[in-house]
C-alpha cells in the first residue's frame, strides 16, 4: 500500500475570495540573444501573501524583504525542469521584484544543448488551495507552447523543437 | 437545455469548429477568414421578448416570486431552521405543471453530484487540497482536507424538508433530484395566475472554513466568553425557486459549486429570532428598531444618516463587551425587502457597526445607508475603509448606470473572501493580531479590502439589478464588473494597482491552452482571465481604443438602463452595445468573445517612394543621381587602390558621343511626349499632377501582418527626422478583405521625412508581441535581462551605514492567534 502523507500544515482557515484569481504564470523563453533559459514566475501579490499566512509565515510583501525571499523560495522549491530524458535542469536564482500588483520570481541557466522536449512541473500555492492554475508558455523563437497546471497534474512535456 | 438552446449551441460550434470542417468563417478552400462576418447566423433569432437591438421585446415578461420566511438561528447547534410561504407569479404566456427548487445546501452533501465528481488530487471545487501519488512523492492530503473530511464524517448536511404543502394544507408531491427539486403543482398555472404554497426547511449550518461554500459560519475560540464565539453568515439558505425564462425555460442546471446563481425579482418579508445578544446585518429594511435596537442605536443611526463620516452604531468598546458572555434569550428581527433578486443575512454578537448615510439624490433612491458590521479582528482597517469604499463603489457605478435603488449597502466581514447579494456583500480581508495585542494591517490587505468591497458592491449593479445568469454565463457580471470596479479604483487612487489593463492577459491570450469567453461557466477552464480579465481588458479596449469614451460610456448605460431589474442573455448585450454605439462591433464580439486568438499585429516592411513628375529633364536626373547614390563596384575600388589605370584613361584621344553623354541624357523625344502627355491630361488632372509635383511629397507604404489572428485597429505612431511624432489610428476594416496581410500608404508633407514607425506604442490592444512592432526593429530586452540592468543600480539604495548596525538576534518563537 503506498503511503498518504500529511501536505504542508494549514492550520488557519481559507478564506476562499470571489476576486482571488487563484492562478499564475510562468514563462520558460529560449532567449538566443543571452544564451540562457529564462523562467519568469508572475503571481498576484494578493494570492501570494494570502498564502504565506496560509503556509504560517507573516506576510507582507510590499514593506517587507523577508516575506518577498520566503515566497521566492517558495515558489522556486516548486518548479522543476527535466529534459526529455529526465534529467534535472537546473536552474539558478537571479531575483524577484514586485511589479504593481504582481510578484515575480525570476529564475535562469545556459540553453541545454540539443533539447527536443522540456518537461515541466510547478506544484506552487496547489497545496495551499486546490483550484490554483499555473499556466507554463515556453516561448522558443516565438512559438508558444503551453500547459496548465492543475492540483492534479505531475510531469507535463512539451516539444520545443 | 432544452431543444431551442441545444441549437443555438450546436451553431456556436460550427462557427468556432476545428479548420478542417467547413466553417461560416473560415472555408476549407482558400485561406481568407471571414473576420467581419455578421454575427446573424451566431446570435439567437431576435422575438417578441428580445428584439433585434438588444431590448426586452414587445411581450417580455419575466416571473415574479415572493417569500415570507421565518427562521430561528440555533447557536449552539449551528443549525438554522423555518418556514417559508412562497407566492409564484406565472407572468409568462405558458401553463406551468411544476415548479423546480435550488437546494444549494444538498450541494454540500457527500453523495451530490458535486461532490462525487470531485477529483482526487484534482480541480473542481473551492477548499482544500489533495496531491495525487506522483513519481518521487507519495499521495497526499492536506490538513484542509481531513478536516474537511471530519467535518463532513460529524455532521449532517444538506436540508431536512419536513413539509411542502399548499396553502390549504394539502402536500404537495415533491422529487428532490440533487441539489434541485421538483413540486407537481395540484392544477396547472395559468399564464397570470398565482400559486402558494409553505416549506418547513431546516440545516445545519456549513463551518465555512472547512467546507468553502461561499457562506456558513466562522469559530472564534479565543474570545473571552467560553467556548467562543461564531460570525454566521448566511447565502443559499432557504430553498428558492429557479429561474423560468423565455430562452431556457426553467433554469435546472445542478448547481455544481463554481457557475453561481441567477434567480427571479419579488418581494421578501423575512423574520429571524436569534440569540438576543446579536447583531443582525440583512438584505433589506428593519422594520421593527424598536425591538431590536437600543435608543442610542436608533439616536446614532439618525445622526450616520448625514454625517461625513461613519458613524459608530456599536462601537469596538461596546462590541468587545458583547462577545464576553452570551445569553438564552432570543430576539426576532424583522427586514423587508422588495424586487430583489435573493436574500442574504448575517448575525453575531461580536459585530461592531458604522453607517454614514450616502446622499446620492434622483426620486428614486436620494438616501442609501452604507453600512459596515465587523468583529474586531477587522480592526482600523474595517473601521477607515470599509464603509467609504462601499459608498465610493455606489458613486462611481451609478454615473455608468442608474441610481443605486436599495435603501441600504452593507459591507460585512466573516470568513467569506469576497462574495455578493443584493444590499450586502460578504469581504474577507482583516488585521493581524501581534504579541502585544495590537493589531495591523498590510499595504497589500489595504488594497484587497478597498478591492474586494468595491468589486462586491459593484455586483449589485451586475448581476443583483441586471439579471444575467451566472450559472451559464459568469463572464456577464465578473466581466462587467471586473471592468467597473477598474474604473471605480482608478478614481480611488490611481497609483494603486487596479484593474486590468491590457498587457495583463497577454501570458493567457498567447497560450495555446484556452477556451471562448462564451464558455458556460462550468465548463470555463480558467475562470480567472476567462471571466474576469479578458472581458474586462475587452471592454476597456473597446471604450479606450475603438469606441471612444463618450459613445461607450453611452452604450453601457444603455445597456444598464434597458436591463435593470430584468434578465438579459450574451446577445442582448452585444445588441445594445452595438445598436447604441451605432458601431458595427460585430469583428469585435466575434474575435474576443468567440474566439482564442489574440492580437499581435507586425510591421513587416516599410517602402518609401516618391512621385515621378514625368518630366524628363526631372526625372531623369533623378534616375541618374539614385544610380550615383548606390555603392560602386568593389573590384573596380579595388583596381583604383592599386594604381591599375584603365584602357579609356590611357587612350585619351578615342572618345566619341557616348562619352558626354550617358544613359540618362534627356532627349526632345522624351520633352516631346511629356509635352504631348500634359496636352492630353484633362485640365483638372494636370492641375493634380502640377501640385503633386510642386508638393513634392513622401509616400510610404507600410506593410502590415496579422499574427494573433485577432482583427484590431492599428494604432500607429510616427516619429520624422525633425523628432516630432505623430498618431495615425487605422480601423480594424482595414483588415476585411485581407485578414492576414494588409498595406498601407502614408503621405507626408516634403520636410516629415519618417524615420521609425511603431505598433501600439501606448501597450492598449493587448498585443503580445511587442518587439514587432517597431520598424526599424529594435532589440527589446526580455523580462530577466531588463530586470538584472535594474537590478546592478540596486545595492546603492541599501543604508549600509544604518543596517550595519543591527545586532544578530534568535527568531522569537511563533506563537498563533487568530
Given amino acids: 500500500m503506498r503511503l498518504l502523507v500529511l501536505l504542508a500544515a494549514l492550520a488557519v482557515g481559507l478564506h476562499t475570495q470571489a476576486h482571488q484569481q487563484k492562478e499564475a504564470y510562468t514563462t520558460v523563453l529560449f532567449n538566443t540573444r543571452s544564451g540562457n533559459l529564462e523562467v519568469s514566475h508572475r503571481f498576484y501579490i494578493h494570492d501570494a501573501e494570502h498564502a504565506l499566512r496560509l503556509l504560517g509565515k507573516p506576510a507582507d510583501l510590499l514593506a517587507d524583504e523577508n516575506s518577498r525571499a520566503r515566497f521566492s523560495d517558495y515558489v522556486r522549491d516548486h518548479f522543476q525542469l527535466r529534459d526529455g530524458d529526465g534529467g534535472r535542469l537546473a536552474l539558478h536564482s537571479v531575483g524577484h521584484q514586485v511589479e504593481g500588483k504582481y510578484f515575480w520570481v525570476y529564475q535562469e541557466m545556459p540553453i541545454p544543448a540539443a533539447v527536443k522536449v522540456i518537461q515541466v512541473k510547478m506544484r506552487a500555492l496547489q497545496e495551499v488551495w486546490p483550484r490554483q492554475i499555473n499556466h507554463i508558455n515556453v516561448d522558443k523563437d516565438k512559438r508558444i507552447r503551453s500547459v496548465r497546471l492543475s492540483a492534479a497534474d505531475s510531469w507535463k512535456t512539451l516539444a520545443v523543437e | ?818
Avoid at chain 2, 285 to 298: F, H, I, K, S, Y
Avoid at chain 2, 364 to 377: D, H
Fill in chain 2, 1 to 818: 437545455m432544452n431543444f431551442r438552446a441545444l441549437i443555438a449551441g450546436a451553431s456556436l460550434c460550427f462557427a468556432l469548429g476545428n479548420p478542417v470542417h467547413a466553417d461560416i468563417v473560415q472555408q476549407t478552400k482558400g485561406d481568407f477568414v471571414d473576420k467581419f462576418r455578421q454575427l446573424d447566423e451566431i446570435l439567437p433569432t431576435p422575438n417578441d421578448y428580445r428584439n433585434a437591438a438588444g431590448e426586452p421585446g414587445k411581450a417580455y415578461w419575466q416571473q415574479q416570486v415572493d417569500y415570507r420566511i421565518e427562521v430561528t438561528l440555533d447557536e449552539n447547534r449551528r443549525r438554522l431552521s423555518g418556514t417559508e410561504t412562497i407566492t409564484y407569479h406565472n407572468n409568462s404566456p405558458y401553463r406551468i405543471k411544476y415548479l423546480w427548487l435550488q437546494l444549494e445546501q444538498n450541494r454540500f452533501k457527500p453523495d451530490s453530484a458535486a461532490e462525487r465528481s470531485v477529483a482526487f488530487g484534482g480541480i473542481g471545487r473551492r477548499g482544500p487540497s489533495t496531491r495525487n501519488i506522483e513519481d518521487d512523492k507519495p499521495a497526499g492530503i492536506s490538513l484542509g482536507e481531513l478536516r474537511r473530511q471530519q467535518y463532513y464524517a460529524d455532521n449532517e448536511i444538506g436540508y431536512d424538508i419536513s413539509a411542502v404543502v399548499d396553502a390549504s394544507g394539502t402536500p404537495l408531491p415533491f422529487t428532490v433530484v440533487g441539489s434541485q427539486a421538483r413540486i407537481d403543482l395540484p392544477a396547472t398555472l395559468e399564464p397570470g395566475g398565482q400559486f402558494q404554497f409553505r416549506l418547513d426547511f431546516a440545516f445545519n449550518i456549513l463551518e465555512e472554513n472547512a467546507v468553502s461554500a461561499r457562506s456558513g459560519y466562522e469559530r472564534f475560540p479565543d474570545d473571552a466568553r467560553k467556548g467562543g464565539n461564531d460570525v454566521f453568515l448566511l447565502a443559499q439558505w432557504f430553498p428558492r425557486v429557479a429561474a423560468y425564462s423565455d430562452y431556457e425555460a426553467w433554469h435546472n442546471k445542478e448547481f455544481l459549486g463554481r457557475g453561481e446563481f441567477t434567480l427571479e425579482f419579488g418581494n421578501y418579508d423575512v423574520r429571524m429570532t436569534v440569540p438576543a445578544d446579536h447583531i443582525v446585518a440583512s438584505t433589506g429594511v428593519l422594520q421593527n428598531p424598536q425591538e431590536t435596537l437600543t435608543r442610542a442605536q436608533r439616536q446614532r443611526l439618525e445622526t450616520a444618516k448625514t454625517a461625513p463620516r461613519p458613524v459608530f452604531i456599536v462601537t469596538a468598546a461596546e462590541a468587545l463587551e458583547n462577545e464576553k458572555q452570551g445569553t438564552r434569550r432570543t430576539k426576532t428581527w424583522h427586514f423587508k425587502a422588495d424586487n430583489v433578486r435573493d436574500f442574504a443575512w448575517a448575525s453575531s454578537r461580536k459585530f461592531i457597526w458604522d453607517a454614514r448615510g450616502y446622499t446620492q439624490g434622483g426620486a428614486e433612491q436620494p438616501l442609501v445607508m452604507a453600512m459596515s458590521y465587523y468583529p474586531k479582528e477587522g480592526g482600523d482597517l474595517w473601521k477607515k475603509y470599509s464603509t467609504e469604499s462601499v459608498i465610493h463603489a455606489m458613486e462611481v457605478y451609478s454615473r455608468f448606470t442608474f441610481d443605486y435603488p436599495y435603501p441600504v449597502s452593507i459591507s460585512v466581514n466573516g470568513p467569506v473572501g469576497g462574495m455578493e447579494y443584493p444590499m450586502i456583500t460578504f469581504n474577507g480581508p482583516r488585521t493581524t493580531w501581534h504579541k502585544d495585542e495590537s493589531r495591523t494591517y498590510s499595504l497589500a490587505e489595504k488594497r484587497f479590502l478597498l478591492g474586494v468591497v468595491i468589486h462586491e458592491v459593484g455586483h449589485n449593479y451586475f448581476p443583483m439589478i441586471v439579471n444575467s445568469d451566472e450559472r451559464q454565463w459568469t463572464w456577464m457580471d465578473e466581466g462587467l464588473n471586473s471592468y467597473l470596479d477598474g474604473v471605480a479604483g482608478r478614481e480611488w487612487d490611481p497609483d494603486i494597482p487596479w484593474g486590468v489593463e491590457p498587457r495583463d492577459v497577454i501570458e493567457y491570450m498567447k497560450s495555446d491552452v484556452q477556451v471562448p469567453i462564451m464558455t458556460q461557466s462550468d465548463s470555463v477552464l480558467k475562470l480567472g482571465p476567462n471571466a474576469y480579465a479578458k472581458p474586462a481588458v475587452a471592454l476597456n479596449i473597446l471604450r479606450e481604443v475603438i469606441l471612444g469614451r463618450e459613445l461607450f460610456d453611452f452604450a453601457l448605460k444603455e445597456y444598464a438602463q434597458r436591463w435593470k431589474n430584468k434578465r438579459p442573455t450574451p446577445s442582448d448585450f452585444f445588441r445594445t452595445m452595438e445598436e447604441s454605439s451605432g458601431i458595427d462591433l460585430d469583428w469585435f464580439w466575434y474575435g474576443w468573445f468567440y474566439t482564442t486568438d489574440h492580437v499581435d499585429i507586425a510591421i513587416d516592411r516599410v517602402h518609401r517612394l516618391r512621385l515621378d513628375t514625368e518630366n524628363p529633364d526631372i526625372d531623369f536626373d533623378r534616375r541618374r543621381q539614385e544610380e550615383l547614390d548606390k555603392p560602386g563596384s568593389l573590384f573596380v575600388e579595388r583596381n583604383r587602390a592599386e594604381g591599375r589605370k584603365t584602357w579609356v584613361e590611357l587612350n585619351r584621344d578615342v572618345r566619341d558621343f557616348y562619352d558626354k553623354n550617358d544613359r540618362f541624357t534627356v532627349t526632345n523625344k522624351e520633352r516631346n511626349e511629356y509635352r504631348e502627355m500634359l496636352e492630353k491630361l484633362k485640365p483638372r488632372e494636370r492641375e493634380a499632377l502640377q501640385r503633386a509635383v510642386k508638393e513634392d511629397k513622401n509616400y510610404y507604404v507600410v506593410d502590415f501582418s496579422n499574427l494573433g489572428g485577432l482583427v484590431m485597429p492599428i494604432l500607429l505612431e510616427l516619429t520624422y527626422k525633425n523628432g516630432s511624432k505623430e498618431d495615425i489610428y487605422i480601423p480594424a476594416e482595414i483588415w476585411r478583405r485581407s485578414p492576414h496581410k494588409v498595406s498601407k500608404l502614408i503621405v507626408t508633407d516634403k520636410r516629415r521625412e519618417l524615420v521609425s514607425l511603431v505598433v501600439d506604442p501606448g501597450w492598449e490592444t493587448a498585443d503580445v508581441d511587442v518587439e514587432n512592432n517597431h520598424y526599424p526593429r529594435r532589440i527589446i530586452p526580455s523580462r530577466i535581462e531588463a530586470f538584472k540592468k535594474e537590478k546592478s543600480k540596486q545595492p546603492e539604495h541599501r543604508d549600509i551605514m544604518h543596517d550595519i548596525k543591527t545586532e544578530a538576534k534568535e527568531p522569537e518563537k511563533e506563537v498563533y492567534k487568530k
